[in-house]
């Protein structure tokens, strides 16, 4: 429930995030110089004699600017010049003013349908490795979840990707006319087939190391908290609303530092899954946005990203850990005595293995 609330909610921010991520956001049309054009209602005539030599020679202040010259006019602007221009609450308000207020809800269908699979496949995956690892491994250590959360990333990426890849298109789609995701995806399949769903999927590979980085960085956060506490404190096992505080600030520093190291991966993932040819692999992608954008095109709407993210994710660490902290003061370990042992229940140890990975 909080996924599917939180996904209607941020769905908007998602929307700007993914077109600024692109090549081609659409906030910004190139401009067009009615001075050099045809004259041709259509522009589709070439430009005269005149207005050649008036492009070659009247404008000596846009020699550090790229010129485009081509039957639909000439743009002097330089290249990226207006890609950043707009805030978030601007390219909201051409969203809505170009395409209405249901452009701020696109791929909204994929997102809801992917949120229930892709967190049953993950914890699932995540329960079925923690055990295996667990048997070869010292049991419930940092590396085991580690590991563990890596194998569920991979398996929950490889089984849902097509909805995601469905998702970025109807996001990527700036026309006013609504495209059904089932029309969206006949097209991908007509296009490229069942491998074309699979698009900018070691993108999202690389983008598991996002969630080892944010793991590391927030039990270290936490570890030393615990040591900033008073002796009083340490002992006593209840939580109180400081607790949460600081798991909410735990969560939210250690997303940021994981978003912001891992982010050139969505980038190139959202690059992967345009329509077109230019960018072909993961690393080809990174270097050609690196070549012709620079480190901003490596991190196009990440502002929206974290705007989007952090609070989601401070919110959900600061329930998770409240919920665990439930379970296990009202849910005591069960004991059984034998002649030398005794066996704790398997719903403490779980509960238990999950607040140490939160």
């Not at 207006?82 to 809505?96: F, V």
């Not at 923690?130 to 590396?143: H, R, Y």
């Not at 087939?193 to 993108?203: E, M, P, T």
């Not at 439930?326 to 719903?347: G, K, Q, W, Y």
Request: proline share 5%; glycine share 6%.
């Amino acid at each position: 429930v909080a996924g599917t609330a939180g996904a209607i909610v941020t769905c908007p921010l998602e929307v700007v995030k993914t077109r600024l991520q692109s090549s081609s956001s659409g906030f910004h049309p190139p401009p067009i110089s009615k001075e050099f054009t045809s004259g041709h209602p259509t522009c589709k005539g070439s430009p005269t004699p005149e207005q050649r030599r008036r492009l070659c020679t009247g404008y000596p202040r846009y020699s550090s600017h790229f010129v485009a010259l081509s039957h639909f006019g000439v743009s002097t602007s330089p290249p990226d010049s207006s890609r950043n221009a707009l805030g978030i609450y601007q390219c909201l308000r051409y969203i809505i003013k170009n395409e209405g207020a249901r452009g701020l809800f696109k791929g909204l269908g994929p997102n809801l349908i992917g949120v229930a699979p892709s967190r049953a496949i993950y914890f699932c995956a995540y329960s079925k490795s923690k055990v295996a690892f667990n048997a070869i491994l010292p049991p419930d250590t940092p590396i085991v979840h580690v590991f563990s959360a890596s194998c569920a990333g991979f398996t929950a990426c490889t089984l849902t990707n097509p909805i995601w890849f469905i998702k970025t298109r109807l996001q990527l789609d700036h026309r006013s006319q609504k495209v059904t995701a089932i029309e969206c995806t006949r097209r991908i399949y007509r296009q490229s087939g069942i491998l074309g769903f699979y698009k900018g999927i070691v993108a999202s590979y690389i983008g598991i190391s996002e969630t080892v980085i944010h793991f590391v960085i927030y039990e270290a956060v936490k570890a030393w908290l615990a040591t900033h506490r008073s002796r009083a404190s340490q002992t006593d096992d209840r939580k109180t609303f400081r607790d949460f505080i600081e798991f909410m600030a735990a969560g939210s520093f250690s997303k940021t530092i994981a978003s912001t190291i891992a982010y050139p991966h969505e980038v190139a993932r959202t690059r992967l899954r345009e329509e077109g040819t230019k960018y072909r692999t993961f690393w080809q992608t990174l270097n050609t946005v690196w070549t012709e954008e620079g480190t901003k095109g490596l991190y196009r709407g990440l502002g929206t990203q974290l705007i989007r993210q952090i609070p989601n994710t401070a919110i959900i660490m600061a329930t998770y850990e409240a919920v665990v902290y439930i379970l296990t003061r009202h849910f005591r370990p069960v004991t059984v005595a034998t002649s030398n042992t005794d066996v704790t229940s398997e719903f403490y140890n779980e509960a238990k293995a999950k607040r140490e990975l939160a």
